[in-house]
């Protein structure tokens, strides 16, 4: 008698088995291909992420972050954490399509095209160097800000750098006249120049005495609206601050204006003998111009999650940031929404005294 193994399979099975077999190798190998691609293929994207936080009112090897001179400093009990997003790109790090994917399903990164954010090589070294620009700006306009809102006025020369398309004062201010007062009344201040301005209508006829070549001259054209019911006089203006006390940032790896508002916190912290947090953990970000008013910025959700990486248990965010701080805020956050330095510098005080009941949120 003749027996079959079970282990042996019959002409039809064989056959069978062997394609089955051929296939299940095709797959592996085209599965092991695909999978060496996402591991070794670089890709045309870049990803950002959470990038480091700094605390505006700690150190740097044993130096101030924030170092004032020419006005008595106080010490503060918490911390008032910049934060910054982390940019990453093929060819300056090696990742690939398999992390580009890893970062779309990751609520804690996100993925753009490379050449929208960095472009070429050219435009890359440009946009470098103005985000190092910007960086020294915001420096000055947060310590001008700063300063202010404690009541210290700080003077300026309100030199015209430029007139906007459209504006009624073209062809009446030029490049580097100084304007000296408004409607009969001295300018100082970049802050009494937007206040004289924003106390009109739109379209209401303004009184603008500037000099130009040692010479004093009074032009009255029309306001325009900016877009939001606010007159302006479409100048582009270059203020040389004549700042009273000296601000140095220990920091040359952060680029952009969007750390604005914490620097500004961290003056008015360090020049006032208030413990304003009391040992509170705020994070936050924000631009801030010399007039105190919060600006949006990109990438707040990454900051949100780097915020409580830091251990913060607060974050400011700008009310235009809002829409993208909505359905985003990570566990044990708690998020304020400020529109000027005002704002941000009474939640902060409140924070530190435990009055959180009514502070506004995205």
Known sequence: MTTTEASTPAPAERTTSTRRGTV???????????IALLTVVPSPYAVGSAGPTFDTLGEVDDVPLVEISGAPTYMSSGELRLTTVSVSRAGSQPFTLGRVLAGWASPRQY???QENVFGTADEEEEAEQQAADEWISSQESATVSALEALG?????TLAVEGTSPGSHAQGVLEQGDVIVAVDGADVDTFA???DAVGAREPGDDIAVTFTRDGEETTETFATLDDGNGEAVIGV??????????DVEVQIDSVGG????LMFSLGIMDRLTEVDELDGARVAGTGTIDATGDVGPIGGIR????????AGSEWFLAPVENCADVRGNIPDGLHVVAVDTLDDAYDAITRIGRGDTADLPGC
């Open 192 to 194: 009494e120049l937007a």
């Open 24 to 34: 299940m190798s095709v797959t592996g190998l085209a599965t092991s291909a695909l």
């Open 257 to 260: 204006p969007s750390a604005g």
């Open 111 to 113: 993925v753009v095209p």
């Open 302 to 309: 990454m900051k949100l999650y780097g915020a409580q990486d």
């Open 152 to 156: 210290h006025p700080v003077p300026a």
């Open 236 to 245: 582009w203006i270059n203020p040389e601050f004549d700042l009273p006390i």
